[in-house]
């Protein structure tokens, strides 16, 4: 089955509504040894598969050839006898549902394992069969994916029922995909007779189907059944349109000619010039793919009905194509993506790409390998057995799954730690609906699978859990950022983590989260650590300064414990008093007899910095550092410079500014940091914070200038600091 092969020109019919007997619930209990030695020894079947499964069987031998087909023909005799009486409400023997199910399973090429349990997946819920009986006959592998699937088979459709059910669905899927792909192509066949149900329950079906079971055949990279059950939901949910996009689809179609067809032997005649061994096919787009390029474009043209696809044998020619596609007809380069240098989340791998024509038809064009290509179909089902012999056993026993993808596991991780079935259900459907992934890297060279639009925050809580409680900000692409910094494919982050062990998440964090691993953990952290005072519906206010510190009457630092959360210390003035002389500044001597000096508040300059003077008003010479701009302006404004020098006194007043992330008892460390130098705060500010930065202002009394760069050498090293620097103020314009 291919998932573009073909368009239909209408939909299927459904199956008209016939009485059917109800399933059969007691039945006596099969000996399966006895039909496993009649199916044997009976002359009907000793030689050749009974004819009801031939049909499976040369779907499941084109793409294994050497397949041992005897367990599907015992598994067929058992499932034909066990279901026998059973019927289908469309009226159908129930037989043809197990033998329908297989044979999706293997027109996709699934390993024979899978088809044997496909054909027994309903005997354990709907008949006497046990698991202990499947197991003996079939072996311990079938026996699990039989009870994997039956356990997803009991689905009340009422919205209570919904979440458990599913979430037992992904722990299924899970610990084996296979399970999973026999539930797809179930639902599938389930879906192509869901006309003989009540219009309701086909809307309930569909909407399950369209909001759970279609995302994740896309993240399985089971392209093939998602996209036909996409049409099977859109012409349920959706009928006017649907029936719009078929006229559109059977107009097009009528037409004489078909430029998607002209620019594919285009194609072919370029890559046989170049010697490229290829072959190039024209791929129809699925309804709801026609209906999505409507909605974007309006008034469709011709190809755009349709895509080109180009399958070769190994990786490189993949790119030897495109370059030959690049270099004689004309490229869209706005639609270059690649696939297979950075391949998508779901094992997909292609080259995409565009061209055009001189009368302005453009096609998309798809460049990938025939294993690829079964990829890009097929996803884990084409991935085969994962626990055939070959495979590498774990050493404690447990069954690893090597074709699961990361998304999986991540989402397995997070479901456990889920605090409710309603919370689950939420997250999941939010986590399923972001169909696309980013791949970041971290600085040691390893990388983390994230949903497109995550930020910072989802990146720390992917590689460290609920460690990363404790991060306090992030380097991307080696420059400082927010922990709500979006992400981008490719970006190299690196996590800077507290060391503090009281360090906590914000709330702020919940608006930046979008992963469910990282919306979960920092939900249970703050519903572990309610603030004080603070209803659970109110939230605190973001970014609060927990922590403070005021300066003691004698210049030392006396620390403050804040009572809540939006507590912050005293406000002093946002702009330091230095512009005033100062009994303790530094000496500065000014060549001009009788004048008197002063430190400009705009620079803030000490000892040893190279320095200059202004004249002002009153007699008084300003110093300024070299590099201050207030420099520049009273130089362009013609002022003269005065020359100044610094004098023997050792002692400054300097201002510095340090940035940081906002973390708990921040102020205390650096004022505490501050201290053990043996400098003195003249006053301090510490503005309001935004976007998780802090930003404190110190003006402190050194008493030796030399002390000035080891000060600010432990104010960086303060965790949660990211840099300290000399304050740069607006030169005053009385200047």
Same mark, same amino acid.
């Given at each position: 089955?291919?998932?573009?092969?073909?368009?239909?020109?209408?939909?299927?019919?459904?199956?008209?509504?016939?009485?059917?007997?109800?399933?059969?619930?007691?039945?006596?209990?099969?000996?399966?040894?006895?039909?496993?030695?009649?199916?044997?020894?009976?002359?009907?079947?000793?030689?050749?598969?009974?004819?009801?499964?031939?049909? !499976?069987?040369?779907?499941?031998?084109?793409?294994?050839?050497?397949?041992?087909?005897?367990?599907?023909?015992?598994?067929?005799?058992?499932?034909?006898?066990?279901?026998?009486?059973?019927?289908?409400?469309?009226?159908?023997?129930?037989?043809?549902?197990?033998?329908?199910?297989?044979?999706?399973?293997?027109?996709?090429?699934?390993?024979?394992?899978?088809?044997?349990?496909?054909?027994?997946?309903?005997?354990?819920?709907?008949?006497?069969?046990?698991?202990?009986?499947?197991?003996?006959?079939?072996?311990?592998?079938?026996?699990?994916? !039989?009870?994997?699937?039956?356990?997803?088979?009991?689905?009340?459709?009422?919205?209570?029922?919904?979440?458990?059910?599913?979430?037992?669905?992904?722990?299924?899927?899970?610990?084996?995909?296979?399970v999973m792909s026999i539930k797809l192509a179930d639902r599938l066949h389930n879906m192509r007779t869901l006309g003989v149900m009540r219009p309701e329950k086909q809307e309930r079906i569909a909407k399950v189907t369209r909001d759970v079971l279609i995302p994740l055949a896309e993240r399985l990279g089971v392209q093939a059944l998602k996209t036909e059950l996409e049409d099977l939901v859109f012409a349920?949910?959706?009928?006017?349109?649907?029936?719009?996009?078929?006229?559109?689809?059977?107009?097009?179609?009528?037409?004489?000619?078909?430029?998607?067809?002209?620019?594919?032997?285009?194609?072919?005649?370029?890559?046989?010039?170049?010697?490229?061994?290829?072959?190039?096919?024209?791929?129809?787009?699925?309804?709801?793919?026609?209906?999505?390029?409507?909605?974007?474009?309006?008034?469709?043209?011709?190809?755009?009905?349709?895509?080109?696809?180009?399958?070769?044998?190994?990786?490189?020619?993949?790119?030897? %194509?495109?370059?030959?596609?690049?270099?004689?007809?004309?490229?869209?380069?706005?639609?270059?993506?690649?696939?297979? *240098?950075?391949?998508?989340?779901?094992?997909?791998?292609?080259?995409?790409?565009?061209?055009?024509?001189?009368?302005?038809?453009?096609?998309?064009?798809?460049?990938?390998?025939?294993?690829?290509?079964?990829?890009?179909? *097929?996803?884990?089902?084409?991935?085969?057995?994962?626990?055939?012999?070959?495979?590498?056993?774990?050493?404690?026993?447990?069954?690893?799954?090597?074709?699961?993808?990361?998304?999986?596991?991540?989402?397995?991780?997070?479901?456990?730690?889920?605090?409710?079935?309603?919370?689950?259900?939420?997250?999941?459907?939010?986590?399923?609906?972001?169909?696309?992934?980013?791949?970041?890297?971290?600085?040691?060279?390893?990388?983390?699978?994230?949903?497109?639009?995550?930020?910072?925050?989802?990146?720390?809580?992917?590689?460290?859990?609920?460690?990363?409680?404790?991060?306090?900000?992030?380097?991307?692409?080696?420059?400082?950022?927010?922990?709500?910094?979006?992400?981008?494919?490719?970006?190299? %982050?690196?996590?800077?983590?507290?060391?503090?062990?009281?360090?906590?998440?914000?709330?702020?964090?919940?608006?930046?989260?979008?992963?469910?691993? *990282?919306?979960?953990?920092?939900?249970?952290?703050?519903?572990?650590?309610?603030?004080?005072?603070?209803?659970?519906?109110?939230?605190?206010?973001?970014?609060?300064?927990?922590?403070?510190?005021?300066?003691?009457?004698?210049?030392?630092?006396?620390?403050?414990?804040?009572?809540?959360?939006?507590?912050?210390?005293?406000?002093?003035?946002?702009?330091?008093?230095?512009?005033?002389?100062?009994?303790?500044?530094?000496?500065? %001597?000014?060549?001009?007899?009788?004048?008197?000096?002063?430190?400009?508040?705009?620079?803030?300059?000490?000892?040893?910095?190279?320095?200059?003077?202004?004249?002002?008003?009153?007699?008084?010479?300003?110093?300024?550092?070299?590099?201050?701009?207030? !420099?520049?302006?009273?130089?362009?404004?013609?002022?003269?410079?005065?020359?100044?020098?610094?004098?023997?006194?050792?002692?400054?007043?300097?201002?510095?500014?340090?940035?940081?992330?906002?973390?708990?008892?921040?102020?205390?460390?650096?004022?505490?940091?501050?201290?053990?130098?043996?400098?003195?705060?003249?006053?301090?500010?510490?503005?309001?914070?935004?976007?998780?930065? %802090?930003?404190?202002?110190?003006?402190?009394?050194?008493?030796?200038?030399?002390?000035?760069?080891?000060?600010?050498?432990?104010?960086?090293? !303060?965790?949660?600091?990211?840099?300290?620097?000399?304050?740069?103020?607006?030169?005053?314009?009385?200047?």
């Amino acid at each position: 089955m291919s998932a573009e092969a073909t368009n239909p020109a209408t939909p299927a019919p459904a199956t008209p509504p016939t009485p059917g007997a109800h399933r059969r619930k007691s039945r006596p209990r099969i000996d399966l040894r006895r039909l496993g030695r009649a199916a044997l020894l009976g002359p009907a079947t000793r030689d050749r598969l009974p004819d009801a499964i031939g049909h !499976v069987a040369e779907a499941h031998r084109a793409h294994h050839p050497d397949a041992d087909l005897e367990p599907l023909r015992r598994a067929y005799l058992l499932a034909e006898s066990s279901h026998r009486g059973q019927m289908r409400k469309s009226g159908e023997p129930y037989i043809t549902h197990p033998l329908a199910v297989t044979l999706i399973l293997a027109e996709l090429g699934a390993e024979t394992t899978t088809l044997t349990a496909s054909l027994l997946h309903d005997t354990v819920e709907d008949t006497d069969v046990t698991l202990d009986q499947v197991r003996e006959e079939f072996g311990e592998e079938v026996r699990y994916l !039989v009870d994997g699937v039956t356990k997803l088979e009991k689905v009340d459709y009422g919205a209570a029922a919904e979440p458990e059910t599913f979430r037992k669905m992904l722990v299924a899927t899970g610990n084996d995909v296979r399970v999973m792909s026999i539930k797809l192509a179930d639902r599938l066949h389930n879906m192509r007779t869901l006309g003989v149900m009540r219009p309701e329950k086909q809307e309930r079906i569909a909407k399950v189907t369209r909001d759970v079971l279609i995302p994740l055949a896309e993240r399985l990279g089971v392209q093939a059944l998602k996209t036909e059950l996409e049409d099977l939901v859109f012409a349920i949910l959706h009928p006017e349109e649907y029936e719009h996009t078929r006229e559109l689809i059977v107009e097009n179609a009528a037409h004489g000619d078909d430029p998607l067809a002209e620019m594919a032997d285009e194609v072919r005649s370029v890559l046989r010039e170049a010697g490229i061994q290829a072959e190039v096919l024209i791929r129809p787009r699925h309804f709801v793919s026609v209906h999505r390029i409507s909605r974007k474009r309006g008034r469709l043209r011709g190809a755009d009905f349709g895509r080109v696809l180009v399958l070769v044998n190994e990786d490189a020619d993949c790119y030897g %194509v495109l370059g030959e596609l690049h270099t004689c007809m004309t490229p869209v380069v706005s639609e270059f993506k690649d696939f297979i *240098a950075v391949p998508k989340f779901n094992l997909y791998q292609s080259l995409h790409t565009a061209v055009a024509r001189a009368d302005g038809e453009i096609a998309e064009v798809l460049i990938r390998t025939h294993q690829m290509h079964k990829v890009a179909e *097929a996803g884990v089902i084409a991935l085969g057995n994962p626990y055939a012999p070959g495979s590498e056993d774990p050493a404690d026993g447990e069954r690893v799954d090597p074709t699961r993808p990361g998304w999986l596991s991540r989402l397995l991780e997070w479901q456990e730690a889920a605090p409710d079935t309603d919370t689950f259900w939420s997250t999941l459907r939010e986590d399923l609906a972001q169909d696309r992934e980013i791949t970041v890297f971290r600085p040691d060279g390893g990388a983390l699978g994230l949903p497109e639009g995550a930020s910072c925050v989802d990146a720390a809580y992917a590689q460290y859990g609920e460690d990363a409680h404790a991060c306090i900000g992030a380097r991307v692409n080696g420059r400082l950022a927010t922990l709500s910094t979006v992400l981008k494919d490719g970006d190299t %982050v690196q996590l800077l983590m507290g060391q503090d062990p009281a360090s906590e998440p914000s709330r702020e964090w919940l608006e930046h989260a979008h992963t469910p691993a *990282a919306r979960i953990a920092i939900q249970r952290w703050l519903a572990a650590h309610p603030v004080p005072g603070e209803s659970s519906g109110d939230a605190p206010e973001p970014g609060a300064v927990r922590s403070g510190a005021e300066s003691s009457p004698d210049g030392s630092a006396a620390h403050t414990t804040a009572p809540g959360p939006a507590a912050r210390p005293p406000a002093l003035p946002a702009r330091p008093t230095s512009d005033a002389p100062a009994a303790r500044a530094a000496n500065a %001597v000014v060549d001009l007899p009788g004048a008197s000096v002063r430190l400009a508040g705009c620079c803030t300059p000490v000892p040893p910095d190279e320095i200059t003077g202004f004249a002002v008003r009153g007699g008084v010479v300003t110093v300024h550092r070299v590099e201050c701009a207030g !420099v520049a302006r009273m130089k362009s404004a013609g002022r003269a410079e005065v020359g100044v020098r610094w004098g023997d006194t050792t002692e400054c007043r300097v201002t510095l500014v340090a940035e940081s992330f906002g973390r708990p008892h921040l102020l205390a460390d650096l004022t505490e940091a501050i201290a053990v130098e043996g400098v003195a705060i003249v006053s301090a500010t510490v503005e309001p914070p935004s976007q998780q930065r %802090v930003r404190h202002t110190y003006t402190l009394q050194l008493p030796d200038a030399a002390r000035l760069p080891a000060l600010m050498r432990a104010m960086r090293n !303060v965790p949660g600091v990211y840099d300290v620097s000399r304050a740069q103020y607006p030169a005053a314009a009385a200047h």
